[in-house]
């Protein structure tokens, strides 16, 4: 009895401390987890297009989210509707609590954009478009310069301090434009494909910048092509196509939830078709040109056994990543240009 | 379930909301113009001495003396004038649309705590200031010639208010000249304003040939759409004291009318060009 009693008593305790850190995690977690930026039912419309239509969205402090979707899907317009460049057509976009309809200049002060397209200063050298831009938020020059030399030591570009925008290349240009936008030491950093046109060095470099935001608390929204980047910069990914949100979650989560974990390549061949459907129940079969893949939740056994018993010429097995996700929420239509 | 709140038209026509800002994006420019200073400040200069010599002498010595002057000294004034109006109006309409087209700078402007509204406010007194600096130029160089012609092209002390004057109507010029970039669909757009209205202020301003030679009609009409003609009125009664007789109102009615005109235009100028703008950029 007495030990029955103990038994209890302990598991009495335990469960009330298991419960308590179940508290303390969700609370603390709560203090986290403060929303920075938030959309409701933010609608942008040009004429009769609907380029962003009527999405609800938040943003953690310390989060970096990446947009993706095929072009035109409204990722660019959300953006620029985040800094005031766009005003929305209805509904609420917030920053820090400041409603874009009517705080822009309070916003600005605490938002670093780099945009898409190239406007760094064709008429001064690359200190002096750091300087100037510095001087836009009232940073004074002396301060101005200080931090213009420290984010061309961290961007590698103060061998090019002194030259002319047009001598540069479109990776130091990308590398500028981000530069420029952390002069004022913002707590939200829109980036708007960042590494569009880079050569992997460069690349790397700005994936490196992004790291070291994140760990100061920066918060991040990422528009990009490129899935990979997305998958490794961004702690959430938001899947935008024809101006809505598709799909919102974490990029491991994402992939577990629409493909699984592995991926089967092989070449096309009809008579392949009905052995995989035998093999893996629930597969799903996408023929491309003259490959098919085979999506299913088997686990990685499964795949191996078919791939033991069956020789089939040209096979890949591979890890599901987010382009699959992309492709089978977005599909495979080409789109325009936005 | 939250409300939907549709906004009003972006663009609302308004007093535009402006501040200090306005001097940052002034600043940028007057740092790109001293960056080239030479390439702008010789062709400034050159300019007026060719007109000086080519029709102030050239043509002058076929000319008999007007108002009892020579002909040079007739034109001098309107130098000055003609030069403020080119320095506005071509920064404001090439000068500010291939840096809001071409350069986007608007752009990345427009992303820092600076207004749209401040932006084009900041390009206006741009303009303003580039009329001025151009119309200076010209009056040193007109007073300069002063001493190698039979009488000096500078005849009153009130030559020292040319700067405020061309500060004033360089202003003016350049909302009028913000209009057209904020209407203009491509960069050859600008042809329209300067075959339609440049050329023709040109030379009917009262600026080569005295205006109060052509008839009635002209001369107010003239005083009433030819913006030129009143800041030739106050270049030339800064010049030389006087203004010619236009309309049938003399130099003491000429120059406090010019000085309304020219306020009350760039006034509304001022605010209608920054509106355009803004409904032009903000979409």
Redesign the interface.
């Known amino acids: 009895m007495v030990f029955v009693l103990c038994f209890f008593g302990v598991g009495f305790i335990n469960g009330c401390l298991c419960l308590a850190a179940v508290e303390w995690i969700v609370f603390s977690n709560k203090n986290v987890r403060e929303v920075l930026i938030k959309a409701t039912k933010l609608t942008k419309r040009y004429g009769g297009f609907v380029a962003v239509d009527g999405v609800d969205f938040e943003v953690y402090r310390g989060e970096c989210v990446g947009f993706l979707g095929p072009n035109g899907a409204g990722k660019t317009t959300t953006v620029r509707m985040m800094y005031c460049f766009l005003p929305p057509t209805s509904g609420d976009l917030t920053v820090a609590g400041l409603s874009v309809n009517s705080k822009c200049r309070e916003i600005k002060q605490i938002v670093g954009v780099a945009p898409q397209e190239d406007n760094l200063d064709i008429d001064f050298s690359v200190v002096k478009n750091l300087v100037v831009y510095a001087r836009y938020f009232g940073i004074s020059k002396p301060e101005a310069l200080r931090r213009a030399e420290e984010q061309l030591r961290f961007f590698q570009l103060q061998e090019k301090r002194d030259m002319h925008i047009e001598a540069l290349s479109t990776g130091m240009k990308r590398r500028l434009i981000f530069a420029r936008a952390l002069l004022h030491n913002p707590q939200v950093l829109l980036l708007d494909e960042p590494t569009t046109g880079l050569d992997p060095q460069a690349r790397h470099l700005v994936w490196d910048a992004v790291r070291q935001l994140k760990k100061m608390q920066v918060t991040i929204i990422l528009t990009t092509h490129y899935m990979d980047e997305a998958e490794i910069l961004c702690d959430r990914i938001i899947i935008v196509d024809h101006g809505k949100i598709i799909e919102d979650g974490k990029p491991k989560e994402l992939i577990k939830k629409h493909i699984g974990e592995d991926v089967l390549e092989l070449d096309y061949d009809e008579a392949y078709i009905s052995l995989l459907r035998q093999t893996f129940s629930d597969a799903r079969v996408e023929v491309i040109g003259e490959r098919m893949q085979v999506f299913t939740s088997e686990p990685y056994s499964v795949f191996e056994g078919f791939l033991h018993t069956h020789r089939l010429p040209n096979v890949t097995l591979r890890k599901a990543n987010l382009e699959d996700v992309f492709l089978k929420l977005t599909g495979r239509d080409l789109r325009a240009d936005d | 379930m ?1 409300e ?4 009003k038209s ?1 663009a609302k026509f308004s007093i535009p909301k402006i501040s200090s ?1 306005v001097w ?1 994006v002034w ?2 420019n007057a ?2 113009f001293t ?1 080239t200073i030479g390439v702008n400040f010789l062709p400034s200069m050159l300019e007026p001495i060719l007109y000086l010599f080519a029709f102030g002498l050239g043509l002058g010595n076929f000319i008999p003396e007007i108002n009892g002057a020579p002909f040079i000294n007739f034109i001098a004034p309107a130098l000055v004038a003609i030069s403020l109006m080119n320095g506005a109006f071509f920064e404001c309409t090439y000068g500010s649309f291939v840096r809001m087209y071409f ?3 608007f ?9 749209i509204e401040e932006v084009v406010a900041g390009e206006l007194l741009w303009g303003a200031t580039r009329g001025t600096i151009n119309s200076t130029i010209v009056l040193a160089v007109v007073g300069i010639s002063g001493f190698f012609t039979a009488q000096p092209l500078i005849t009153s002390p009130l030559f020292l208010l040319i700067p405020i004057i061309a500060f004033f109507g360089g202003l003016m010029l350049s909302s009028i000249a913000m209009c057209f970039t904020a209407l203009s669909p491509n960069i050859d757009f600008f042809n329209y304003p300067i075959f339609l209205l440049i050329t023709p202020m040109l030379f009917l301003s009262g600026t080569f040939f005295p205006l109060s030679s052509l008839p009635h009609a002209v001369q107010g009409l003239a005083l009433t759409a030819l913006p030129l003609t009143h800041i030739v009125n106050l270049t030339r009664g800064a010049l030389t004291g006087t203004t010619e007789l236009l309309f049938g109102l003399n130099t003491q009615t000429l120059i406090p009318l010019s000085i309304l005109w020219i306020t009350l235009i760039a006034a509304i100028f001022f605010i209608v060009s920054i509106n355009l703008m803004k409904k032009r950029l ?2």
Do not use: C, G, L, M
């Not at chain 2, 752009?107 to 207004?115: C, G, L, M, Q």
């Open positions: 939250t939907v709140n549709i906004r972006p800002n940052k600043r940028r740092d790109v960056k350069q986007k700078t752009d990345a402007i427009v992303a820092t705590p600076i207004s903000t979409k």
